[in-house]
């Protein structure tokens, strides 16, 4: 089956900083991204997407950035507070099936 | 809107025990699945449906069943509970199914989950 990476399973970072949270996708035909926050017991929710014919979205204080060469797909989260806390993972849609990867979980130190 | 309601929150069962976890949502969405999610490995899908009356099964759909009777309500059976089912489930609903419609369109919205411990 399909997989989806992440480069570091934590990040630790301090509040007001930025995060950068990475994801490796494997299908060089995945047409649509979708990262997503999950909070302790809670169900994961969307935080925004992207489609292959984008190199770069911007939304509220976050960025997903597409590099298609590498199949490389990043998040960053400006001024990072400590209701940010909480795993991060991406989803491919490479045609009809979502694949979501393992997470990265990101801690906010006050 | 209450969005994707999941039922119940929490359950224990023993071993060869039957149950179902209840799915509901109001959005009018048309795909509805079901995901595990264990630790250290992304969200596995059990079952989805694309609308009322079909349903097909996922990456891991053995032990489980489900049915689609109105657009509203996606339950999912666990018909012989196994240790190995001991996990943390997902339901999650979208307009349209992955690949199909416009990209908007195919997020999914996920319920708050129930976690499910088989002894």
């Known amino acids: 089956g399909e997989s989806v990476g992440l480069h570091l399973p934590t990040l630790s970072v301090q509040e007001g900083d930025n995060s950068i949270i990475n994801c490796a996708y494997s299908?060089?035909?995945?047409?649509?991204f979708i990262w997503y926050k999950q909070e302790s017991g809670k169900g994961p929710q969307f935080i925004i997407d992207i489609r292959s014919n984008m190199d770069k979205r911007q939304g509220q204080r976050v960025t997903v950035l597409l590099n298609k060469t590498v199949k490389h797909l990043s998040l960053q989260i400006a001024a990072t507070q400590p209701g940010d806390s909480a795993v991060y993972f991406c989803a491919e849609i490479p045609g009809n099936q979502f694949y979501f990867g393992t997470g990265t979980s990101l801690t906010v130190i006050p | 809107n209450a969005g994707v309601t999941q039922t119940p929150k929490f359950q224990v069962l023993k071993t060869g025990q039957s149950m179902t976890l209840q799915c509901a949502q109001d959005?009018?969405?048309?795909?509805m699945s079901w995901y595990r999610q264990d630790p250290g490995m992304g969200l596995r899908l059990i079952h989805y449906s694309v609308g009322a009356g079909i349903t097909d099964q996922g990456e891991v759909p053995n032990g489980y069943n489900v049915s689609r009777s109105t657009t509203e309500d996606f339950p999912l059976r666990l018909l012989s509970a196994a240790p190995s089912q001991t996990s943390v489930y997902f339901c999650?609903?979208?307009?349209?199914?992955?690949?199909?419609?416009?990209?908007?369109?195919?997020?999914?919205?996920f319920g708050a989950g129930s976690r499910l411990t088989v002894l």
């Open positions: 999650a609903s979208s307009y349209s199914g992955p690949g199909q419609g416009t990209p908007g369109a195919n997020v999914l919205t």
């Open positions: 299908n060089s035909a995945s047409d649509y």
């Open positions: 959005m009018n969405h048309e795909y």
